[in-house]
């Protein structure tokens, strides 16, 4: 590996990136430690370990207490959408994380409440505040590892009593449920802010304390007529998560 141009720890993570993504630094293997780097890479410790916290940051390394640092195993998770959302998939029964994930393993913790509606949600929904909504909260684990949080607002003079309060929604997910209610989601919008994690998502999501960002997606789904019937705001792991867009011209 060589590394040439630019800021010296810039041309250190680039080397060392490119050494992962050509398979020549295998997953799971590690590095050298940060004196042996500077060797070889003719700069100090100190240049080497803001290298590293770049490629930390980018989701390629993790740092082991005592150990070393390791390029990570873990394959990232790509997001595609619209074609996750598509209404084949939620009214055949899938739920919408198939999409991303496919087989790998996956587990979620579910709570389901009726709780007053945040400000921001009772907007959205075109509600008062305070306004009963129930709020289905998840966190996703792919392959063991925590990757994302999700909470759904949906107004609970609308779903209370179905399985959409319930922990186990049935086939399809949410969506299929509005949909058998009359309130099929036809339309969704999603705003993306790339940010850091606070405290409780940083320990929810078992962060790194230094480095770590967070994708906020939120999502409203809208009926026919207009109707916004969900707020879900997730909150994404940024070094695990690949968003990917398609649209028409």
Not at 34 to 48: C, I, M, N, R, T
Not at 64 to 81: E, L
Not at 86 to 112: C, N
């Given at each position: 590996m060589t590394a040439a141009g630019g800021p010296a720890y810039r041309r250190v993570a680039d080397a060392?990136?490119?050494?992962?993504?050509?398979?020549?630094?295998?997953?799971?293997?590690?590095?050298?430690s940060l004196p042996?780097?500077?060797?070889?890479?003719?700069v100090s410790p100190d240049v080497a370990r803001q290298a590293l916290a770049v490629l930390r940051a980018e989701g390629l390394v993790e740092t082991r207490q005592g150990a070393g640092a390791f390029v990570r195993a873990f394959a990232q998770i790509t997001r595609r959408a619209p074609d996750r959302l598509a209404r084949e998939r939620w009214v055949g029964g899938e739920a919408i994380q198939d999409a991303d994930t496919g087989p790998r393993w996956r587990t979620v913790d579910i709570t389901v409440n009726e709780i007053p509606a945040p400000a921001a949600v009772a907007v959205a929904l075109d509600l008062s505040e305070g306004e009963p909504v129930?709020?289905?909260?998840?966190?996703?684990?792919?392959?063991?590892?925590?990757?994302?949080?999700?909470?759904?607002?949906?107004?609970?003079?609308?779903?209370?009593?179905?399985?959409i309060a319930y922990t186990d929604t049935g086939p399809g997910g949410s969506y299929a449920r509005l949909a058998e209610l009359g309130h099929e989601p036809v339309r969704f919008r999603e705003r993306v802010e790339d940010r850091l994690p606070d405290s409780a998502e940083r320990s929810t999501l078992a962060l790194p304390a230094d480095g770590?960002?967070?994708?906020?997606?939120?999502?409203l789904?809208?009926?026919?007529?207009?109707?916004?019937?969900e707020v879900n705001r997730m909150v994404l792991d940024a070094a695990v998560y690949v968003l990917e867009y398609e649209f028409s011209a």
């Amino acid at each position: 590996m060589t590394a040439a141009g630019g800021p010296a720890y810039r041309r250190v993570a680039d080397a060392l990136r490119e050494g992962i993504r050509n398979g020549e630094l295998a997953p799971g293997s590690r590095l050298a430690s940060l004196p042996k780097l500077g060797q070889e890479f003719d700069v100090s410790p100190d240049v080497a370990r803001q290298a590293l916290a770049v490629l930390r940051a980018e989701g390629l390394v993790e740092t082991r207490q005592g150990a070393g640092a390791f390029v990570r195993a873990f394959a990232q998770i790509t997001r595609r959408a619209p074609d996750r959302l598509a209404r084949e998939r939620w009214v055949g029964g899938e739920a919408i994380q198939d999409a991303d994930t496919g087989p790998r393993w996956r587990t979620v913790d579910i709570t389901v409440n009726e709780i007053p509606a945040p400000a921001a949600v009772a907007v959205a929904l075109d509600l008062s505040e305070g306004e009963p909504v129930v709020a289905r909260s998840r966190r996703f684990l792919v392959d063991e590892r925590p990757v994302q949080l999700a909470t759904s607002y949906f107004p609970a003079d609308l779903v209370r009593g179905t399985a959409i309060a319930y922990t186990d929604t049935g086939p399809g997910g949410s969506y299929a449920r509005l949909a058998e209610l009359g309130h099929e989601p036809v339309r969704f919008r999603e705003r993306v802010e790339d940010r850091l994690p606070d405290s409780a998502e940083r320990s929810t999501l078992a962060l790194p304390a230094d480095g770590s960002r967070i994708f906020e997606v939120t999502r409203l789904a809208f009926t026919a007529d207009g109707r916004c019937v969900e707020v879900n705001r997730m909150v994404l792991d940024a070094a695990v998560y690949v968003l990917e867009y398609e649209f028409s011209a």
